[in-house]
Structure formats: C-alpha cells, structure tokens
C-alpha cells in the first residue's frame, strides 16, 4: 500500500508560481509511474503530467506544456510539479497519483493510488 500527501498549493496571482510536493509513504516508488491530475468543481478530473519511473521521460497536458515541469526524487520518495506563469484557468484541486509499471513510460490513466488533493487558486 502507498500513501500519498501533496502540499504546496496555495493562493497565488497570475504570473505567479507554485511548487508542488507529493510525499509517499509506505513502499518505494522509484518502480511507480507518478502523475498529477486536478479538478474543478462540476467537472471532470483532468491529466496534467505524467513522469516515468526512471524521471527519464515525462508527458504534459497541453494546457500546461512549457509551463509545468514535473520531476521525481526516488531517493526522497517523492514527486514533485513546478508550475510557471500561473494562469485563472489552473486553479482546481491539484492531486498526485502513482501505480507500479512493468515499462518506464509516462501514463494518462489507469492509476491505483491517490493523494487528497492540494488546493490551487490563482487570481486574476
């Protein structure tokens, strides 16, 4: 079983920047692909990035490619979002997911563990 805890969100202003953390506990991860997905109320959780268990490659959202950076410390356990020029639009509940792979490959979908969530609201 693994247990993941983002922190990091907060409220921000356009143009800002925040840096997520998604600590796991538990097992290790470092054989787990790692992603982040966020939510606004009345819709549909969305993909943002995706990390491959190495760190070797990672997969974006088009909405947040150029301006997110997703990476992993294995040593540390955790995973981490670096988001860039925040716009109105990123606000949502922002959570970390991960599931073991067989490959070392990024993934939209299909994970079996979830964080709470961490709140994002950015300003205009």
């Known amino acids: 079983q693994v247990h993941l805890v983002e922190s990091g969100g907060g409220l921000v202003q356009t143009g800002d920047f925040l840096r997520l953390s998604c600590a796991a506990s538990?097992?290790?991860?470092?054989?787990?692909?790692m992603g982040w997905f966020r939510q606004v109320p009345g819709k549909a959780r969305e993909f943002v990035a995706s990390?491959?268990?190495?760190?070797?490659?990672?997969d974006y959202a088009d909405s947040v490619k150029g301006r997110f950076t997703i990476s992993r410390d294995n040593v540390k356990n955790t995973v981490y979002l670096q988001m860039n020029s925040l716009k109105p639009e990123d606000t949502g509940v922002y959570y970390c997911?991960?599931?073991?792979?067989?490959?070392?490959?990024?993934?939209?979908?299909?994970?079996?563990?979830w964080g709470q969530g961490t709140q994002v609201t950015v300003s205009s």
């Open positions: 997911a991960g599931d073991f792979a067989l490959t070392d490959t990024p993934r939209r979908r299909g994970y079996a563990y």
């Open positions: 990390i491959s268990w190495s760190g070797g490659a990672s």
């Open positions: 538990g097992r290790s991860i470092s054989r787990f692909v």
